[in-house]
């Protein structure tokens, strides 16, 4: 079953995120330190490189690694780290060919309840917690995926109303309400941090004799 999806700001991209959960999760192991639309483009662009219209993760599994990071790494390339990514979706891949029989949707077609399903997502290379629970937040928000206590097991990402994450992109103004969060998330972790060294440098300071 084919969903809207507007991740990668792309309709070409976006409708093969929307018919492929191969892509879907690929575009999601990329999407880390690059922007999002760039992550959840490199499914389509990698597709069409290897000369398909889909991506099929037992030949992404058993393809050499060198030429595959060489398609990666072509320009423009699919990630920031475009050899380091192309090892990592390989390992995914294999993943998938050892557990699923190559078939991405076969992680939550029969999962019962959202710890499962999450449970499933935190075993699959590459997917630390934050990862898995934005792709369990992806999964009920926009692909249809709700097992029992989804939103539980996908913590704040899986509220409703909720722009944390790739999972409440639906279109540029989702888009941007994200980002700013992001961009908001991370300038409070900077005061933080240098709140706290403040504190330790006037905590040294004042042991001083």
Known sequence: MAHTIRLAQSPEADELLGRSPLAA?????????????????????????????????????????????ALMSAKPALHRYPGSMAGRLQTLCRHL?????????????????????????????????????IFLALLGKQYGVTPDGWREAAGAYGEAGAYRSAADITGPESLARVRAFKQEAKRAAKLSKADKADKADKAAGGTKS
Do not use: C, N
């Open 25 to 69: 999760l690929t575009g999601m192991l990329l999407d880390q330190q690059v922007a999002m639309e760039w992550a959840f483009s490199a499914p389509a662009s990698l597709a069409a490189r290897m000369g398909r219209s889909d991506l099929d993760a037992a030949e992404i599994a058993g393809f050499d690694p060198e030429a595959f990071a």
């Open 97 to 133: 060919v050892e557990h699923y029989d190559g078939d991405a949707a076969a992680i939550w077609r029969d999962a019962s309840t959202g710890r499962e399903l999450l449970d499933r997502l935190l075993a699959l290379p590459g997917f630390g917690r934050q990862k898995a629970q």
